[in-house]
């Protein structure tokens, strides 16, 4: 497991077992938690960096997930998990994340919206693994997300909801709002050759 480090101990909570979501976690966690808390990571950004060939893409056709690119600061959701309820948890997190292996398990020092600085587990992007997509132009990221679909269905209906929930949490984000146009417009001129 990789492991980073970031900030000082001085206000860090050293005794709780946190997780930080950035992407569908936010607003989807499903798992048990006895708090949450907006949270920011510095060093990473929230980018659809990873091919997708499993949850939203086939190998045929693949679409476009969420990773942590290198760079930048990206604001998500921490949960804090009970100790009784960690293995279960991580178990989930273990399936749910990583269908295909193309994250890193980390460690990450994130600061909450009160002010703590907590160490929580995240999953960044493996550059090194075949899915690592990289740093896509707007047009290929619109194109792959507009027509991919896998066994958590269309791609673009997880931008939407993305989009949708960083919205309410007050976090928009100009470039997924500006990816969601281009996608949508493109999704427009499929719809019409489908049914037409």
Request: glycine share 12%.
């Amino acid at each position: 497991m990789a492991v980073e480090s970031q900030g000082c101990a001085e206000g860090r909570d050293t005794a709780a077992a946190w997780v930080f979501g950035y992407g569908s976690l936010m607003w989807r966690p499903e798992f048990a938690y006895v708090e949450r808390q907006p949270a920011t990571l510095h060093g990473r950004r929230r980018a659809f960096c990873i091919y997708s060939v499993h949850h939203r893409g086939t190998h045929a056709k693949p679409g476009l997930v969420l990773g942590l690119a290198p760079g930048g600061a990206v604001r998500g959701m921490a949960y804090r998990v009970a100790d009784a309820d960690w293995p279960q948890v991580y178990a989930y997190l273990r399936e749910r994340e990583q269908p295909t292996e193309t994250y890193v398990e980390a460690r990450v020092g994130v600061r909450l919206a009160d002010g703590r600085r907590v160490m929580a587990l995240t999953f960044l992007s493996d550059t090194g693994h075949s899915q690592w997509a990289g740093t896509l132009d707007l047009d290929t990221q619109a194109r792959l997300i507009a027509g991919a679909k896998g066994l958590s269905g269309l791609n673009v209906d997880y931008l939407r909801d993305l989009v949708g929930h960083l919205r309410e949490a007050g976090a928009k984000d100009q470039g997924m709002e500006r990816l969601l146009v281009r996608v949508e417009a493109l999704r427009a001129g499929i719809e019409v050759e489908e049914g037409g």
